[in-house]
C-alpha cells in the first residue's frame, strides 16, 4: 500500500490508542489488561469493568496484602460502581515507577497526532505536541521512547525527515498528518507563566512527571500556568496527560486526585500501584524486595510511593527519641592523644542560641564521637567578639585551630578568629548539602555508629527537626520554637557528623609512642607562634578549605 493510500485509510479510521501502544507496527507494548483498558478510556471506548476487576484481584492474590488490597478496580478508579462514560480531555496517571507511564503518554501523543481535527487551521499555522518534565533532559528520556519506535514500520511511514534513529534531533520529530499537515512531537519548556508553550495550536502535551511540578503559589515556571497557556490552544480532539509517580500531597495534581478521583468525566484520574499496570516487572519477590529496603530506613517512603502509588509523608521527624537516646552519653570527654578533633558552629547573635561541638573518631570505639557541646543564648544580644574568643579557647583545648560554620556573617567571624588564633571555613550549606548531612546523621543514629554528648537542649533540637517533601525534593525544617530556638544545635551536629565520619579510626599506639607524642606536642604548643609553626596552619586550613 502506498503513502498516499495508507494517509487516506488513517483520515478515514485512525489507530486506536491501544493499536499505537500494542501494536507489533507501532510501540509494541506487551500491555497488561490495565493498560489496555487506559488506552481504551483515553479513546472514549467500552470496556469491560466487572472482567478488568476480576483480573486485578486474581492478580492481587499473589501479593503482600497492603499491594492486594489496592489491586481492585474501586481503588485505582475512586469507588465502588465508578465507571469511565465519556472521552475526557485530562488523565492524570498516577502509578508506581517502572509501569509504562511515559510510554503510554507517547503513544499517546502519536495517536492524537493522527487524530485530531486540523480543519479550522489556516495554512500558516502549524501544530505542536508539547513533552514537558522537570528539566529539558528529562523530557528527552520521553522523546527517546520516540526515537525507539521510530524504527517500526507505522511510524516510519509518518516521519518527515530521516527516519534513521541515530539521526533524528534530540528534541523531537515531525509526523505528517492524515490531512498533509505536519505535527511536530517535541521537547518543550514550560517557562514563565507557560510562555513556551503559547503562540501554537496544540495537539496533545504530556506534562511527565507532574505530581513533582510546584503550583502558581510555589514558583515561578509552574504547572497550573503551563496548563493555562495550553488548554485554550487544545485542537478538537486534542489530550493533556499528566504521567506521575505520587510525591508530596500538595501541589497541582494532589488537587486534581483530590478533586476527580472517583468522579470520571472531562478529567479522568487513574490510580494504581505498580503491579497493577506492570505485573511483568513487578513480581511479588520484586515488590518484597522494595518493602524491606524502605523497612531498614528510617522516614524511606520509597516502598509507599513507587510501589504502592501513594503519596509520600509530607513531613516526617528525621529522629526518633528512643533511637536518640541509645546515643547519647552524659559529660564531656577529655581529649587524648593521637585523636583529631573536629569543629562545627550555627553563629547567631539575637533570636537564637550560638552552638558549638566538638568531636572526632574515638579510638576506643571507632565511632564518631562528640566531644563537647556548648551554646550562648542571647539576652539583649550576644557580643560576637566575645563568643569568638571563647569558641578559640575551647577548640584549643581540643588542640583544633579550624571550626565549620555556615555562611552567616562568615566574613566578619572569620576575621575576628584569625585575630585570636582561630580558622574559620564557611560551608556551602546549601538545601542539597543540608539535606546530605542530616541524612547521613540519621542513618549514623540508627545504626549507632555516632555518639553524641547530652547537652541542654541538644535532644530536643535534633528531635525537632523535620524531613519535607516538597515539589521540589526533598528539604530540611528547623520549627522555631516559642522561647525563640531554631533547632540550633541541629546544624552544627550535622556538619560536624558529616565530616566526622568521614574520619578514619586513629590507630592504637604504645606507652612509648603515647610519652613521644605528647612531647612533640608540648613543643608544638610551645613554639605555636615560631613562623614555620604559623605557616604550618596555614597550610592546614587551605587543605581544609579545598
Excluded at 502506498?2 to 487516506?8: F, H, K, S, T
Excluded at 561541638?357 to 551554646?375: F, P
Excluded at 574520619?503 to 613554639?527: F, M, N, V, W
Amino acid at each position: 500500500m502506498g503513502l498516499i493510500a495508507v494517509l487516506e485509510a488513517r483520515l478515514a479510521e485512525p489507530a486506536t490508542l491501544e493499536e499505537v501502544l500494542t501494536g507489533d507496527d507501532w510501540f509494541g507494548l506487551p500491555a497488561s489488561p490495565l493498560q489496555r483498558a487506559l488506552c481504551r478510556w483515553a479513546d472514549g471506548l467500552a470496556v469491560d469493568h466487572e472482567a478488568l476487576d476480576g483480573w486485578l484481584r486474581e492478580t492481587g492474590r499473589h501479593y503482600a496484602p497492603d499491594v492486594a488490597e489496592r489491586m481492585t478496580l474501586a481503588w485505582v478508579l475512586g469507588g465502588d460502581g465508578v465507571r469511565v462514560t465519556q472521552r475526557p480531555t485530562e488523565i492524570v496517571l498516577l502509578a508506581g515507577i517502572r509501569t509504562g507511564k511515559t510510554k503510554f503518554a507517547e503513544a499517546l501523543m502519536v495517536a492524537r497526532s493522527q487524530s485530531v481535527d486540523m480543519t479550522r487551521l489556516d495554512p500558516a499555522e502549524y501544530v505542536i505536541a508539547h513533552t514537558v518534565s522537570l528539566k529539558l533532559q528529562l523530557a528527552r528520556v520521553a522523546i527517546m521512547h520516540l526515537h525507539a519506535a521510530g524504527a517500526r514500520p507505522c511510524i516510519q511511514e509518518l516521519i518527515v525527515g530521516s527516519t534513521e534513529p541515530d539521526r533524528f534531533p534530540p528534541d523531537g520529530l515531525t509526523l505528517r498528518h492524515p490531512s498533509g499537515r505536519e505535527v511536530r512531537l517535541q521537547v518543550s519548556h514550560g517557562g514563565r507563566a507557560g510562555g513556551g508553550l503559547v503562540a501554537t495550536w496544540v495537539s496533545g502535551v504530556t506534562f511527565d512527571e507532574a505530581g513533582r511540578m510546584v503550583g502558581e503559589e510555589d514558583g515561578v515556571i509552574n504547572l497550573d500556568h503551563a496548563r493555562s497557556a495550553v488548554v485554550q490552544r487544545l485542537l478538537d480532539g486534542a489530550q493533556i496527560v499528566y504521567p506521575t509517580s505520587p510525591w508530596a500531597p500538595i501541589g497541582p495534581i494532589h488537587r486534581m486526585v483530590t478533586e476527580h478521583h472517583g468522579r470520571p468525566g472531562d478529567v479522568l484520574v487513574v490510580r494504581a500501584p505498580a503491579p497493577a499496570l506492570w505485573p511483568g516487572e513487578w513480581t511479588p519477590e520484586k515488590c518484597e524486595r522494595a518493602r524491606e529496603r524502605a523497612r531498614r530506613e528510617v522516614n524511606d517512603d520509597s516502598y509507599r510511593m513507587d510501589v504502592l502509588g501513594e503519596w509520600g509523608t509530607p513531613e516526617t521527624a528525621m529522629f526518633g527519641d528512643v533511637e536518640l537516646a541509645a546515643v547519647m552519653r552524659r559529660g564531656e570527654l577529655e581529649p587524648v592523644v593521637g585523636e583529631h578533633y573536629y569543629a562545627a558552629m550555627d553563629p547567631a547573635s539575637r533570636g537564637n542560641a550560638w552552638t558549638l561541638v566538638i568531636g572526632g573518631v574515638r579510638r576506643e570505639t571507632g565511632k564518631a564521637t562528640m566531644y563537647s557541646a556548648r551554646q550562648w543564648i542571647p539576652g539583649d544580644g550576644l557580643s560576637i567578639g566575645d563568643v569568638v574568643r571563647e569558641v578559640a579557647e575551647l577548640c584549643r583545648r581540643y588542640r583544633c585551630d579550624l571550626v565549620r560554620t555556615d555562611q552567616w556573617a562568615a566574613d566578619a567571624i572569620a576575621e575576628l578568629g584569625r585575630a585570636v588564633g582561630l580558622t574559620v571555613i564557611d560551608e556551602a550549606w546549601t538545601a542539597a548539602n543540608k539535606v546530605d548531612a542530616f541524612d547521613g546523621l540519621r542513618i549514623a543514629v540508627r545504626e549507632r555508629q555516632v555518639e553524641l554528648v547530652a547537652a541542654a537542649n541538644l535532644r530536643d533540637d535534633l528531635l525537632r527537626v523535620r524531613r519535607v517533601l516538597t515539589g521540589s525534593g526533598v528539604s530540611i525544617r528547623l520549627p522555631e520554637t516559642s522561647d525563640g530556638r531554631h533547632c540550633d544545635y541541629a546544624p552544627a551536629v550535622a556538619m560536624w557528623a558529616r565530616v566526622a565520619m568521614d574520619q578514619p579510626a586513629p590507630l592504637a599506639c604504645s606507652d612509648t609512642a603515647l610519652d613521644g607524642a605528647l612531647r612533640i606536642e608540648a613543643e608544638a604548643e610551645a613554639a605555636e607562634d615560631r613562623p614555620e609553626v604559623t605557616g604550618w596552619r596555614q597550610r592546614r586550613a587551605d587543605r581544609a578549605r579545598s
